[in-house]
């Protein structure tokens, strides 16, 4: 890639060994069901600075003007596949709401410890304009627009698709995709110089807003599919459907080198990942790489407990691969130099579902001798599970927030409504494998002025390996063509 002075890094390893040391990070806030009627979400910023005097410390929130919007994931508008452009700045959040099918843009760029509001995208161009719901993910992408998926029709029913934002005044323009929209919809990643996008879906928005229900997959209102686009023509190209050992995939991530045509997905409820790779024919392929067994219980809601695998990354150098167990309770490491046989090296439990002494009986553990502890820091129980994860540049540090989304909270961790999410730091062996909890660092937001709240995505404000795609220099090669799995 070329040297230039746009956003982000050059490339992956450009970032990891040059790349600033994080010291502030952005988390979108979520008010409780039970106050959401009367107190907006808001954009917190933290200082993760060990040096600074606030550090730990929330220093700034960015109220938004409307209640009950459940803002999700974040993304911006310029990042790394931007960087040949020096026209180009890092300077708005984009922070779409899956319940209210809001868009909130974030200037960042004028103070970056004290974000304002500088647009709001209305759910009715949403509508109007696209035919679509509930946002998720957003990404930048390399001529100056910024593209988010969505997950649902205007009836709130399931519908895979894309808006895009003119990335100046952020209007919106209308869908990305051309023909068919897919079932589902929630994450995406796309690789120009394979010619290729991948997506994944979560389910119907009229399902999962209400708390999960496993009839709902009966009926058919979850997915199980992973969906790959032409980038160039923005058509469907092909589906994979991975079954019952593939459900409700969300995360999904191409190995951070724009050169090799692979990546990882994370299947919430089966509890699996799967590697997806290009053959030498040129169709895309799945196998199930790693999958985390359910755990027989009793006094929990079900007779078996998943995992759930609510996010997964890869680290910059595409050496290890972290994902969190939200109801499990661990954080997981893996080694994927051999990317069909991950290995894990490292693992920490932190809350869960199945902590000694609380009510929930583990009566056949495929993995686990005994049943862990509930894990404590600064003397406090950690509330929830380990949930969304996001680690440094360096891959040293990885952080931890502990709320999934909110009527989800209420049925698994009620505890998470009084006593709010909390963000945590891991210590991470890079070099052996290793994962260990760093008892000085903690945000607990149960002590937020106005009550407690549900902390979600962590964003740097200089772009993160969630946040920021890199692309080739070299001409881009077509579906097809002679580059073979790796």
């Known amino acids: 890639m070329a040297c230039c002075k746009g956003p982000g890094y050059a490339t992956p390893l450009d970032a990891m060994k040059n790349g600033k040391r994080e010291e502030l990070v952005y988390i979108p806030c979520i008010i409780p069901p039970s106050e959401r009627e009367k107190r907006p979400d808001y954009l ?44 180009k700045v890092r300077n708005r959040l984009i922070m779409p709401c899956v319940n209210s099918s809001r868009i909130y843009v974030i200037d960042t760029g004028t103070d970056i410890r004290a974000p304002k509001l500088f647009r709001i995208v209305e759910p009715s161009e949403m509508f109007e304009r696209a035919g679509l719901s509930a946002p998720h993910t957003t990404h930048c992408l390399a001529n100056g627009e910024v593209m988010i998926s969505c997950m649902g029709d205007t009836e709130g029913n399931g519908k895979g698709g894309f808006v895009l934002l003119d990335g100046e005044s952020f209007i919106m323009k209308g869908n990305w995709e051309r023909g ?13 110089y394979f010619n290729i996008m991948v997506s994944t879906g979560w389910g119907a928005p009229n399902a999962f807003r209400k708390g999960f229900d496993l009839k709902d997959v009966e ?102 691969l972290y994902f969190s167990n939200w109801l499990h309770g661990d954080i997981r490491q893996y080694d994927i130099t051999d990317r069909s046989k991950p290995k894990l090296v490292g693992q920490i439990f932190l809350g869960g579902s199945i902590c000694k002494g609380e009510g929930v009986k583990v009566t056949n553990d495929p993995e686990l001798k005994e049943q862990p502890d509930h894990r404590k820091i600064q003397g406090k129980p950690i509330p929830g599970g380990p949930q969304m994860i996001q680690l440094s540049l360096d891959g040293k540090r990885l952080y931890v927030t502990t709320s ?30 290793g994962l260990t909890l760093n008892e000085d660092f903690l945000v607990d937001f149960a002590n937020e002025p106005n009550g407690p709240v549900l902390a979600h995505e962590i964003r740097y404000p200089g772009g993160d390996c969630t946040s920021d795609i890199w692309l080739s220099d070299k001409m881009p090669k077509k579906a097809g063509g002679p580059t073979p799995r790796m």
């Open 180 to 192: 068919d929209n897919t079932r589902f919809g929630y994450d995406f990643w796309y690789q120009p």
């Open 219 to 320: 009926k058919g209102n979850y997915c199980s599919e992973i969906y790959f686009w032409d980038w160039e023509e923005h058509k469907l190209i092909q589906t994979i459907d991975m079954g019952p050992d593939g459900m409700i995939p969300l995360e999904t991530r191409f190995l951070h080198n724009p050169e090799v045509p692979e990546g990882f997905v994370g299947c919430a409820l089966s509890s699996t990942v799967f590697h997806y790779y290009r053959n030498k024919t040129g169709t895309w392929c799945a196998e199930k790489v790693i999958d985390v067994p359910s755990k027989k219980v009793s006094g929990w809601a079900l007779p078996e407990m998943p995992g759930l695998i609510t996010d997964i990354l890869l680290s910059l150098d595409d050496k290890h």
């Open 44 to 87: 917190a910023t933290v200082d993760v600075n060990p040096e600074s005097s606030d550090y730990c410390k929330v220093i700034h929130r960015l109220n938004l003007p409307y209640n009950a919007d459940e803002v999700h994931h974040t993304g911006w508008n310029a990042c790394s596949s931007c960087h040949d452009d020096d026209s």
């Open 404 to 433: 999934l989304f909110s009527s989800w909270d209420k049925q698994f961790y009620p505890e998470l409504l009084t006593k709010g999410a909390m963000m945590l730091r891991i210590d991470v062996n890079t070099d052996k494998g």
